[in-house]
């Protein structure tokens, strides 16, 4: 399974992306998070999904970003308004937890390879 983040790039304070995150391949999982790291520091949580449409957030974004997917094209997205410069930092999706590759269930983890986010004037 692959994960193919797109969307990143320079946006101006207060500005907004939308970040994709396609999942190719015949899996499925039940876990879609995203997730980021800056320069010099650990990478951290931003949001979370699951099959059934639960999100969460972490705090530093939450009212500013919103976690989407289109089941259908195992896709999943992060509309980020209202960007901070303290946002900039390397975007990366996660599939995780029960995953259904064809017929067969297992206890999953995948990363994409990141997208990266610069906010600045």
């Known amino acids: 399974v692959q994960l193919v983040e797109s969307g990143g790039g320079l946006v101006q304070p207060g500005g907004s992306l939308r970040l994709s995150c396609v999942v190719s391949?015949?899996?499925?999982?039940?876990?879609m998070s995203w997730h980021r790291q800056a320069p010099g520091k650990e990478r951290e949580f931003v949001s979370h999904?699951?099959?059934?449409?639960?999100?969460r957030y972490a705090d530093i974004v939450k009212g500013r970003f919103t976690i989407s997917q289109d089941n259908g094209k195992n896709t999943f997205y992060l509309q980020m308004n209202s960007l901070k410069p303290e946002d900039t930092a390397m975007y990366y999706c996660?599939?995780?937890?029960?995953?259904?590759?064809?017929?067969?269930?297992?206890?999953?983890?995948?990363w994409g390879q990141g997208t990266q986010v610069n906010v600045s004037s």
């Open positions: 999904i699951d099959r059934s449409g639960t999100a």
């Open positions: 996660k599939a995780s937890g029960a995953c259904l590759e064809g017929d067969r269930w297992y206890d999953g983890e995948h």
């Open positions: 391949g015949d899996t499925r999982c039940n876990d």
